[in-house]
């Protein structure tokens, strides 16, 4: 079986997102949410980059772990966004993550490796939101 087969993507997907469920009081889907209910944070694919070793054998997917916190326009919004991104404490995705670098064994390492910073983002209802794009880099 290929190092980065649907199943396989899924799974790391849904470790993820398994892992996120720590932050109090956040949604989390392994998946695209169709209408997210700030706090929320949601697993999606990045990029990814292949034959990373000799003869193809490593190939090395990225992920985007998008959070949403609130209206843009909310002082409370920027506050509780500041936790999410900080390196450790309650609310931080980079703690959360790192805290079993091999997902239970699924993955070789994960790492997260950055965010995007306080960044508006447009719904389809209701007033834009703010949040941030953690990205997160996997070795299978």
């Known amino acids: 079986m290929s190092p980065v087969a649907t199943d396989t993507i899924g799974a790391v997907r849904d470790a993820m997102a398994e ?4 932050l109090p009081g956040t949604q989390v889907s392994a998946r ?3 209408n997210p209910t700030p706090p929320c944070a949601q697993v999606t694919r990045g ?3 292949f034959d990373q070793a000799m003869h ?4 090395r997917p990225t992920f985007i772990v998008s959070v949403y916190v609130g209206l843009v ?3 409370g919004a920027q506050l509780l966004l500041d936790r999410y991104l900080a390196p450790d404490g309650d609310l931080s995705v ?3 993550l790192e805290a079993d670098t091999t997902l239970g064994g699924l993955v070789q390492a994960l790492h997260v490796t950055g ?3 306080e960044q508006p983002y447009n719904r389809d209802q209701g007033g834009p939101v703010l949040g941030t794009a953690f990205t997160v ?3 299978l």
């Open 19 to 22: 892992a996120l469920m720590v």
């Open 32 to 34: 695209l949410l169709s």
């Open 47 to 49: 990029p990814l980059q």
């Open 56 to 59: 193809g054998g490593v190939h």
């Open 73 to 75: 326009s909310d002082i």
């Open 94 to 96: 980079k703690q959360a």
């Open 115 to 117: 965010a995007s910073g």
């Open 137 to 139: 880099e996997v070795w």
